[in-house]
């Protein structure tokens, strides 16, 4: 098992009373999982994203991620852990504007502290991987959204982690980028790559294989179902 | 994590395109900086020329030598008012004391009188030059290296006869005389005519100032075109350098006993060795050096306090890079160094500002006078070290401030 969640809380003290984001969340995923995560907003969809990509620690509850327990980590701890088992993919992308794309790809390497030829050669190889080798030059600001997008996940792949972590990756895309990055996504499981996608967008949850509904803190719904045809 | 030769790269190229990105920006906050270490760098290496100038000139007189003046002309920078007192009050030094001291002194090998007027009218035919003119006696040669190129020195007969002679530096001789022989030409001094019985040899130039533009003459003749009245100077040659010290108590006493002072009595008159005159500048630019230090403090200070600003500001401005960069698997080490290594960088490029203008400055300085300017490689150094500290330690706060956001909050900013 590649996530083993049990009893996840997340309580925020707000003035006096207390924020109960999330209030006991069990959860499993396997490796090659393809799961959409939804819920409307306040649902603790974020705060739960957070979690699972180690970005926030719950007060409650334990999580095992890969066999290891990442429940109270120190922050430094938890950032290699990010650096290994995680590949973030944002809606905004996050890309670094003044590094081309293939120093953007290379970054996580740095933080896990590659030597230059290890680093050039799987950045390289994941620029191919989204079929941007070509533009591994550019500025994020030479690169339409589609391909920006492309960057991060290349980026995300590029340490080859446990976890796809994206957070509406179509969000801040035109519906042919869109259809693309989803594309994309499929490629990506059917190479055995786990894939987290956080969204409230139907058509995007449609691809996943199971499908993970939250509401007031709660999961709401888990079920497993068959992909929509391409 | 510590800073590698890659994240120092990384942070003097984001520094670098924060400097391009905005240049008013980083010229105000570098400010500090530059008025700092340009005002060190100007000082620093026109003290060094001053210094250079000092040693080459003064201690070109010879170390074992020491000069008894009627005043002591370096006590106006100490208490003017003594000075002026002594102008007024001490008695002249006459060719007498030269005589006594010369018989008297156990430690001197060479005693010399000399008097000397600046800027005067010499000339020959229809040319004249304005240059230096000595009374000496016959020792001069042995306590003034001055070798001739032709003819002979000022003699100890001359001297006795109040002869009508003289000696001419190269320039001199170029200036009035050339291409004719000099031995045998006569020269006219105010109302007198000289005859010339020797050329110094070339003895070029010093910090850009000629050292054959002089003329010697018999110390008696010079009496007679200047008057009795002036003093002279007596240079006095120690036997030995060891015995310096010992030859100027010696000088000092029976100085005293000539001039019948009694045992608390102040000196009224002035002992020198060049020695000495090194000592005095060198407390003299140790003043200001200190007095620099103060003020490029202060200077620095403010530098490193508007740095420290610029630092906050551009953490700001890149929170969700920090927020990336920490998704991606930074720790805070990393990030702590990236903007240290940043704000270092920043700071050394307005020290490298800084030191370009400060050596432009001391350079027209020095074209414009005649003291030369030293580029003192300690200086840079302490200069680039002192910056690379400042940057550290006002870009610690704001790379602290980076290092410690929190990854979700970060990244969730605008």
């Given amino acids: 098992m590649l996530i083993e969640m049990r009893g996840i809380a997340k309580r925020y003290q707000m003035g006096s009373h207390v924020v109960n984001a999330l209030d006991g969340v069990d959860l499993d995923v396997d490796r090659n999982e393809y799961l959409a995560l939804m819920g409307p907003s306040g649902s603790g969809k974020t705060t739960f994203m957070n979690i699972i990509g180690c970005l926030d620690s719950p007060t409650e509850g334990r999580y095992v991620l890969n066999g290891e327990d990442v429940t109270s980590m120190s922050d430094d701890t938890l950032a290699h852990i990010r650096n290994k088992e995680i590949g973030f993919v944002f809606q905004t992308f996050n890309l670094l504007p003044r590094a081309s794309a293939f120093q953007n790809v290379e970054l996580p390497l740095i933080y896990a502290g590659l030597d230059a030829g290890t680093r050039r050669e799987r950045a390289a190889a994941a620029l191919e991987a989204v079929g941007l080798q070509d533009r591994a030059h550019h500025k994020p600001n030479e690169l339409s959204g589609g391909q920006r997008q492309r960057v991060a996940i290349a980026r995300a792949l590029v340490n080859r982690p446990s976890i796809i972590l994206a957070d509406e990756p179509t969000g801040n895309l035109d519906s042919k980028s869109g259809a693309e990055i989803m594309k994309l996504f499929e490629e990506l499981h059917a190479r055995g790559n786990t894939l987290i996608v956080v969204t409230h967008d139907d058509a995007v949850a449609a691809h996943a294989r199971r499908e993970v509904r939250l509401r007031d803190g709660r999961i709401e719904v888990d079920r497993r179902r068959d992909p929509i045809p391409a | 994590m510590r800073p590698t030769l890659r994240v120092v790269l990384e942070g003097v190229r984001i520094a670098y395109h924060a400097l391009s990105a905005n240049k008013l920006r980083t010229f105000l906050t570098l400010l500090g900086n530059i008025v700092g270490i340009m005002s060190v760098i100007a000082v620093v290496s026109l003290l060094g020329g001053i210094d250079l100038y000092m040693r080459t000139e003064v201690a070109s007189e010879g170390s074992n030598l020491f000069t008894i003046r009627r005043v002591d002309f370096f006590q106006a920078i100490e208490d003017f008012e003594k000075f002026v007192d002594k102008v007024l009050h001490n008695p002249q030094l006459t060719r007498a004391d030269a005589v006594a001291l010369r018989e008297s002194l156990q430690h001197a090998r060479y005693v010399s009188a000399r008097a000397a007027q600046d800027a005067v009218k010499v000339s020959a035919l229809s040319k004249s030059v304005e240059v230096e003119v000595a009374g000496c006696d016959a020792y001069y040669p042995f306590v003034n290296e001055i070798p ?235 200069a680039l070290a002192v910056t690379i500290a400042l940057g550290l330690v006002f870009g610690t706060y704001p790379a602290l401030r980076a290092a410690r956001l929190d990854p979700v909050e970060a990244l969730r900013s605008e």
């Fill in chain 2, 148 to 382: 001739l190129a032709e003819g002979r020195h000022v003699t100890e007969v001359d001297d006795r006869e109040n002869a009508q002679v003289a000696l001419v530096g190269w320039d001199v001789y170029q200036a009035l005389l050339a291409p004719r022989d000099a031995s045998g030409a006569v020269i006219r001094i105010g109302n007198r005519h000289f005859r010339v019985v020797g050329v110094a040899a070339q003895r070029g130039k010093v910090l850009g100032q000629s050292r054959d533009r002089f003329v010697i003459v018999p110390l008696g003749a010079f009496r007679k075109l200047f008057g009795p009245n002036e003093s002279v100077q007596i240079q006095i040659v120690a036997d030995d350098i060891r015995n310096l010290d010992a030859a100027m108590e010696e000088a000092t006493v029976a100085m005293r006993i000539r001039h019948g002072l009694g045992p608390r009595a102040e000196n009224d008159f002035a002992v020198s060795s060049s020695e000495q005159l090194i000592n005095l500048w060198k407390s003299v630019s140790r003043g200001v050096m200190t007095a620099l230090v103060a003020l490029v403090s202060v200077s620095m200070l403010v530098g490193g306090i508007v740095l420290m600003n610029t630092m906050v500001v551009s953490v700001t401005e890149r929170t969700r890079e920090v927020g990336l960069r920490k998704a991606v698997g930074a720790p805070q080490g990393a990030i702590m160094w990236q903007f240290l290594v940043e704000s270092a960088t920043l700071s050394v490029f307005g020290g490298v500002a800084g030191m370009a203008i400060g050596f432009s400055i001391a350079a027209i300085v020095s074209a414009l006078s005649v003291l030369p300017y030293v580029v003192n490689a300690a200086v840079v150094g302490v």
